[in-house]
């Protein structure tokens, strides 16, 4: 149980277009999403907290124009990298907190979609 | 503020024990977590360990945790050649809100010889 997907796996884009990112929970109910990047050889870093229904929270330094999320079901988020540029080219990884499994903090996470951007 | 820090790397042979060490910064921690990242893939939640417990084992991972010291470490017994990844150690606290924000170390590259 508490699988959680990524679609796509890759994507290559041109410099300028969007691209949307989609995570989720396939047998469980996700009231809280997280969004990560990752850089080769280095450690998450924690995007936005997404809560379904309501805004995401953006961590500081993350333009919430640039990287949209909408947390429309308890089920599904998405992650729309706007007016792509080389630079976002990175790891995205999401996860998906399930209430009442485990400790409660404990988050699942996807496979992650690795975007390049050229 | 909240940090994780971890050694970068560790190379053991195959058979042997490995140990995994994680330092953190803020002792309001309530659970301390230890994930699982193979190369091009997403993280998998080994064990987690509550912050008033001293040592969690699970088949071949031992967690301890020294919360006196804020040491976390995980070792595994009988270090297979499909152990080898790169290691996470995470927390979270009540500083997170209800959120349930982790914070991550940098990750432990695990390397095992045969």
């Known amino acids: 149980g508490a699988v959680v997907s990524q679609h796509p796996s890759w994507v290559i884009c041109k410099s300028g277009t969007s691209v949307k990112i989609e995570c989720r929970s396939l047998?469980?109910?996700?009231?809280?999403m997280f969004w990560y990047r990752q850089f080769p050889k280095q450690s998450l870093m924690l995007m936005a907290t997404s809560n379904e229904g309501s805004k995401a929270t953006y961590e500081q330094g993350v333009e919430k124009d640039k990287f949209l999320i909408n947390h429309a079901s308890l089920t599904l988020s998405t992650l729309t990298v706007t007016s792509a540029h080389p630079e976002d080219s990175s790891f995205y990884i999401c996860?998906?907190?399930?209430?009442?499994?485990?400790?409660?903090?404990?988050?699942?996470f996807g496979p992650g979609t690795r975007l390049t951007v050229t | 503020g909240e940090d994780v820090e971890q050694s970068l790397f560790l190379s053991v042979r195959e058979g042997d024990s490995s140990v995994i060490n994680c330092t953190y910064t803020?002792?309001?921690?309530?659970?301390l977590y230890w994930y699982k990242q193979e190369p091009g893939a997403g993280l998998q939640l080994l064990t987690y360990?509550?912050?008033?417990?001293d040592m969690k084992q699970d088949q071949r991972l031992t967690v301890l945790l020294n919360k006196k010291d804020k040491h976390l470490s995980l070792r595994i017994a009988d270090t297979q050649t499909g152990d080898s990844a790169i290691y996470f150690c995470a927390e979270s606290t009540p500083g997170s809100g209800n959120t349930g924000k982790l914070i991550f170390g940098q990750g432990t590259t695990l390397q095992v010889k045969p």
């Open positions: 803020d002792s309001s921690s309530t659970y």
């Open positions: 047998d469980f109910q996700a009231t809280t």
């Open positions: 360990i509550f912050s008033n417990m």
């Open positions: 996860s998906a907190r399930a209430s009442g499994r485990g400790s409660g903090y404990e988050q699942y």
